[in-house]
């Protein structure tokens, strides 16, 4: 994604790759890259947590914001692993609606949320990105499918 900042003022954007992922079981997934970067819990009303050493697992409704990061991350749910590795990206946004929330959205099916993730390259909040005029922005996202062995 190229952002063009086409105003004769300095722009500041937000911008995220939101990137869905089919995977087995939400339940035997985990996301790997991420360990010891600390996040803002949505969930909990952005709060402020220091990073784990462990990779990331769910067990409710997860909504993170990793900001300062441009570590690729690896979602492995036990039948495959899927890499994504970022440029222009500062932040990374772990993302899975759960049981409740996914039945408050019309587009989500009742068991919808355990066969989804999302793994959004980007850069939001202190990672946006101020652009000069006539200022260009290019923010990429890769993803390498690995069988499990």
Known sequence: MTVTNRDTVPVTVEEALHSYFAIDDIHHTTV???EGVPFLDKVGGATPTP???EPVLF???TDRVYA???AATVIDDGTRSIAVTKTGSESTVVWNP???KAAAMADFGSQEWTGMVCVET???GADAITLAPGASHTMTAEFTVT???
Do not use: K
């Open 51 to 53: 990073g784990s050493p």
């Open 32 to 34: 790997a890259g991420l």
């Open 147 to 149: 069988p499990a062995a």
């Open 122 to 124: 980007c850069n939001v």
């Open 68 to 70: 300062g990061t441009t």
């Open 98 to 100: 759960w049981i409740d």
């Open 59 to 61: 067990t409710a409704e």
